[in-house]
């Protein structure tokens, strides 16, 4: 992998290694019941969730955050792209699809 592709490879990482931390401690402060603008901000209730998971509709995003922060910190310790890096880009957009439904 050339020096700029690395680089760019290690900024969408970062990004998404902040997003996630940073959604990880709002769904933990929404499971609180806690109300600010963090917890607030492009917040949605997605019936079509709610009605098959019930109260664990709260829990959903968590394991891929959780993965995420995983997954990132091996990626950054072995310096490569593998199945995980794909795996990680991937999983932002389907989250993105998701919230976009009812």
Same mark, same amino acid.
């Given at each position: 992998?050339?020096? $700029? %592709?690395?680089?760019?490879?290690?900024?969408?990482?970062?990004?998404?290694?902040?997003?996630?931390?940073?959604?990880?401690?709002?769904?933990?402060?929404?499971?609180?019941?806690?109300?600010?603008?963090? %917890?607030?901000?492009?917040?949605?209730?997605? $019936?079509?969730?709610?009605?098959? /998971?019930?109260?664990?509709?709260?829990? %959903?995003? /968590?394991?891929?955050?959780?993965?995420?922060?995983?997954?990132? %910190?091996?990626?950054? $310790?072995? $310096?490569?792209?593998?199945?995980?890096?794909?795996?990680?880009?991937? /999983?932002?957009?389907?989250? /993105?699809?998701?919230?976009?439904?009812?």
């Amino acid at each position: 992998m050339g020096n $700029k %592709t690395q680089r760019l490879w290690k900024l969408i990482m970062s990004v998404i290694f902040l997003w996630s931390a940073i959604h990880l401690v709002r769904d933990i402060m929404q499971i609180q019941g806690m109300h600010n603008i963090i %917890t607030e901000i492009a917040s949605r209730n997605h $019936k079509w969730i709610e009605s098959l /998971l019930g109260k664990l509709y709260s829990y %959903t995003s /968590l394991p891929s955050e959780i993965f995420n922060l995983i997954a990132i %910190t091996i990626i950054w $310790k072995k $310096k490569e792209m593998s199945i995980w890096g794909w795996l990680i880009i991937l /999983l932002p957009l389907v989250v /993105l699809l998701l919230w976009l439904l009812p």
